[in-house]
């Protein structure tokens, strides 16, 4: 099945949700409010439930994961702001059509989070969790999000590790939340994950978005002081959106291509396939690979055997 693993829908209820809100995150109209981002104009042909399966379907997808976007912030809203806005997204994202499915989303200001609301979405046919990368930056974050991990543990799903929300930064360019808070984020919590997360979640299937900012590239100055540089985590991956063929074969390089997944970040960015030279590449960055996230070696390695002539 080829997969795009990272891309965003805002189903019409929750923009209804966040039309009503006078609070980032908001939308005014079709414009979005953030704290720490400019205005940002949405195009509505985005957000186009059968303009973006005609998209999917041109794209060649079978499968297409969709899930809140973190920049928006709503996973850390007061609970009772945040539990409104999260149900509008996991009902209307769990009632799109093909090729889409779901990542879901938890809320993370409370004292505790909801191990149970985790499962129950689960349970309706979410693929796995979305993290935002500020919520996994050092131990203390692993810790407070250890319980909805070990749901994820127990029911054989994996995580998804996607930048969070972009601290105000005055007089900065449209293209800096991206290009330098999300990129810190994704590397800092690659970091944290290989010093804190690893250890206490063992079994736990991990991907991050836009290359963990490359953040595995340090891999040598990671060993110069005293990091070790240890085997390759293949229970790690790597989503390629807004990277083409020189940061994906800097990667593959770095990791091994067996942990390297497509995604394309849709509508904030078109998809690319990385050019690394053999049609076997692009098959196991947007089908052999993403299985392996979605549903483990054993269970890739089964359907693909259940796939072959005999």
């Known amino acids: 099945m080829p997969t795009d693993v990272h891309q965003h829908i805002w189903p019409p209820a929750l923009v209804e949700l966040l039309r009503a809100r006078t609070s980032p995150p908001y939308l005014d109209g079709w414009t979005l409010h953030l704290t720490g981002e400019p205005p940002y104009a949405v195009d509505p042909a985005d957000h186009d439930l059968a303009a973006r399966a005609r998209l999917a379907a041109g794209d060649g997808l079978d499968l297409a994961l969709v899930s809140l976007s973190s920049p928006l912030g709503i996973e850390y809203l007061p609970p009772a702001e945040a539990a409104p806005l999260l149900s509008a ?3 209307g994202a769990l009632a799109l059509p093909a090729p889409f499915g779901v ?6 200001s409370a004292p505790e989070p909801d191990p149970d ?5 689960l349970r309706r046919g979410c693929v796995g969790l979305q993290l935002p990368a500020t919520a996994l930056l050092d131990a203390a974050g692993w810790t407070h999000c250890a319980p909805l991990l070990d749901v994820l543990t127990d029911h054989d799903k994996p995580l998804f590790i996607h ?8 007089d900065a360019p449209p293209w800096w939340p991206a290009l330098v808070p999300y990129l810190h984020q994704m590397h800092a919590s690659w970091f944290a994950f290989r010093a804190f997360g690893r250890a206490r979640h063992p079994r736990l299937r991990v991907c991050f978005a836009a290359l963990a900012g490359l953040a595995p590239l340090h891999g040598e100055r990671f060993a110069a002081r005293g990091g070790g540089r240890g085997e390759v985590d293949f229970d790690a991956f790597y989503e390629t959106s807004s990277y083409g063929s020189r940061a994906v074969d800097a990667l593959v390089r770095a990791v091994g291509i067996d942990v390297i997944v497509t995604g394309s970040d849709r ?14 590449a692009v098959h196991a960055l947007r089908t052999a690979n ?16 259940e796939g072959s002539p005999r």
């Open 89 to 91: 997204f996991h009902d």
């Open 290 to 305: 993403p299985a392996r996230l979605l549903h483990g070696r054993a269970a890739a390695d089964g359907r693909r055997l």
């Open 163 to 170: 930048p969070g929300a972009a601290p105000p930064t005055p």
């Open 267 to 280: 509508p904030y960015a078109p998809p690319v396939i990385p050019d690394l030279g053999a049609d076997a």
């Open 117 to 121: 609301a985790l499962a129950r979405e």
């Open 103 to 108: 990542w879901a989303a938890a809320c993370l």
